[in-house]
């Protein structure tokens, strides 16, 4: 829903910049991950304002606006944790390779923290 969106209102309607609000828990991996990529392939700019809370991949789409168009308000909290599997009492094939296939989205959006923040690779990695 959201790709279409925005292409219309870049495309059809030449609309230049675009403003996403953003008060949420988070939600999906995958929903959170293609909003990111979206904001990323559309040609206006998209300021990225978060009002209340941005956590989890809220916290990951606000991170999608143009670098000098990311604002949280004095009072908004953006929280970040690590990513969590339903399958990790289970020791089975399924829960090692959804062990495996973390590790490379956990590597994959910590450098994608580092480059869009300008901070070292190494403040989003822990022990």
Not at 53 to 81: D, N, V, W
Request: charged share 15%; hydrophobic share 45%.
């Amino acid at each position: 829903f959201f790709y279409p969106q925005t292409k219309l209102l870049s495309c059809r309607w030449g609309i230049g910049v675009l403003f996403l609000f953003i008060n949420s828990p988070g939600g999906w991996l995958n929903s959170g991950m293609a909003i990111f990529y979206t904001m990323q392939t559309v040609t206006p700019d998209i300021y990225t304002i978060c009002l209340g809370i941005a956590a989890s991949m809220a916290s990951f789409i606000l991170l999608g606006g143009e670098p000098t168009k990311r604002i949280a308000f004095p009072r908004a909290r953006i929280m970040l944790h690590q990513p969590a599997s339903p399958y990790y009492r289970a020791r089975t094939p399924e829960f090692l390779l959804q062990v495996e296939e973390l590790h490379k989205v956990r590597e994959m959006i910590t450098r994608v923290y580092a480059l869009r923040t300008g901070k070292p690779l190494w403040i989003g990695r822990t022990k």
